[in-house]
């Protein structure tokens, strides 16, 4: 890494940017912002301790990964899984995970999480912390 380095930045693929501004800024209620051919996602918290963007390109060809690419963080977990329900966003149910009947795994060596996904398939979560 260089000295002359002056910051990073994540990013993350979909297959339709309409789509996912769409989904980002309507269903999700995220700042979204046009930016290179892509979406910036203005994320909510403290720039000091997360990153406060991330960048969202397009890709046809895109296959999701096996693995959660964002978390929100949620002071009530239950109400902001019942905020994507009404929505008409779904959980994912995973097996080995005990989740309740909203799709919220409570074990007790972590936070309270839920995942759910976007249009494109990138897995995303919704996590309480302890």
Do not use: C
Not at 88 to 101: C, I
């Amino acid at each position: 890494m260089s000295m002359h380095s002056v910051g990073a930045f994540s990013g993350f693929a979909v297959r339709d940017v309409d789509q996912a501004r769409t989904f980002y800024s309507e269903t999700l209620g995220l700042t979204v912002a046009d930016d290179r051919g892509g979406l910036r996602l203005d994320l909510p918290g403290d720039a000091e301790t997360a990153p406060s963007s991330v960048f969202v390109y397009g890709k046809p060809d895109h296959e999701p990964a096996v693995f959660t690419i964002l978390n929100f963080v949620a002071t009530d977990i239950d109400t902001a899984v019942d905020e994507l329900a009404a929505a008409g966003v779904r959980t994912l149910r995973y097996e080995g995970f005990e989740q309740d009947d909203r799709g919220i795994s409570r074990d007790p060596r972590g936070p309270a999480i839920a995942w759910f996904t976007d249009p494109s398939g990138n897995i995303l979560a919704v996590v309480q912390p302890d």
